[in-house]
């Protein structure tokens, strides 16, 4: 697929690989409940992670060539851009210490957590990720109105998910003797799910800063910058989470 695309090409773009990520989705719930198959299970996680990072965080930008000239927006961007993946992979480094945590603490058992429920979560974060990606390409493209409503629709499929993994999933799993102090499967759960709450709530309040700025005249099809990073930061809360939902909800047999 293209780098340089016209507007509908990369509309459609995002629609094969959203309709690429569900797939993957639905044939990881199903491998883990009929066959169990771990490596599977984390082939089918790291395709959908290279999917996200190429063609929705575009780490392919990271090989553009700027300007010379310092003072341009073109080289600033660059910059911008090197840095912005610099504090994504320390990032990373966090959640992937939990990660590692869970795997340690938990090995092949997994959260007394409702599967329905975690496939329902996961699948409002991927379609946030996919409206993100329309609304990043409409400003792209001098789109603004596709901006703003395709940005609305990724910050309240990002409060349902929030609200879902804190409102709902948090008081189910309490229900289910899963305590954050009680024992170490619910110091786990609650440690992840809540480093990655945080996250979330902190990409709405991204999203809240680039359509008010929006609303300002601040970006332009040329001109975008704080729409990508907000866009390429949301993109990887859903890339932590393709990770996390398999470790929490798929992957080894109830405690």
């Known amino acids: 697929m293209s780098h340089t695309q016209d507007k509908s090409s990369a509309f459609?773009?995002?629609?094969?690989?959203?309709?690429?990520?569900?797939?993957?989705?639905?044939?990881?719930?199903?491998v883990a409940v009929v066959f169990t198959a771990i490596p599977i299970l984390v082939l089918i996680a790291f395709?959908?992670?290279?999917?996200?990072?190429?063609?929705?965080?575009?780490?392919?930008?990271l090989n553009e060539e700027s300007d010379s000239d310092r003072d341009s927006y073109s080289y600033k961007t660059g910059s911008n851009r090197f840095g912005l993946w610099l504090f994504l992979l320390s990032?990373?480094?966090?959640?992937?210490?939990?990660?590692?945590?869970r795997i340690n603490l938990l090995g092949f058992t997994r959260p007394p957590l409702n599967q329905t429920l975690g496939l329902a979560?996961?699948?409002?974060?991927?379609?946030?990720?996919f409206f993100m990606n329309r609304g990043e390409t409409?400003?792209?493209?001098?789109?603004?109105k596709g901006f703003v409503v395709n940005t609305m629709i990724t910050l309240a499929l990002g409060l349902g998910f929030l609200l879902g993994v804190v409102a709902v999933e948090w008081p189910n799993?309490?229900?289910?003797?899963?305590?954050a102090?009680?024992?170490?499967?619910?110091?786990?759960?609650?440690?992840?799910?809540?480093?990655h709450a945080f996250h979330v709530f902190t990409g709405l309040i991204f999203l809240g800063i680039i359509l008010n700025n929006n609303r300002k005249?601040?970006?332009?099809?040329?001109?975008?910058?704080?729409?990508?990073?907000?866009?390429?930061?949301?993109?990887?809360?859903?890339?932590?989470?393709?990770?996390?939902?398999?470790?929490?909800?798929?992957?080894?047999?109830?405690?």
């Open 12 to 30: 459609q773009q995002g629609i094969v690989i959203f309709v690429y990520l569900a797939a993957l989705t639905a044939l990881e719930y199903f």
């Open 47 to 61: 395709i959908k992670v290279a999917l996200v990072m190429y063609y929705y965080m575009h780490i392919y930008k």
């Open 91 to 101: 990032d990373a480094f966090v959640f992937g210490g939990l990660l590692v945590s």
């Open 121 to 129: 979560v996961t699948a409002v974060l991927l379609l946030s990720s």
């Open 138 to 144: 409409a400003m792209a493209h001098g789109d603004k």
């Open 173 to 179: 799993a309490a229900r289910e003797g899963l305590t």
């Open 181 to 195: 102090s009680g024992n170490v499967a619910g110091g786990i759960f609650y440690m992840m799910t809540g480093m």
């Open 217 to 255: 005249g601040v970006y332009s099809a040329e001109k975008h910058w704080g729409v990508e990073a907000a866009a390429v930061y949301w993109h990887f809360v859903d890339l932590v989470w393709i990770f996390f939902y398999p470790a929490l909800y798929l992957i080894g047999k109830l405690l």
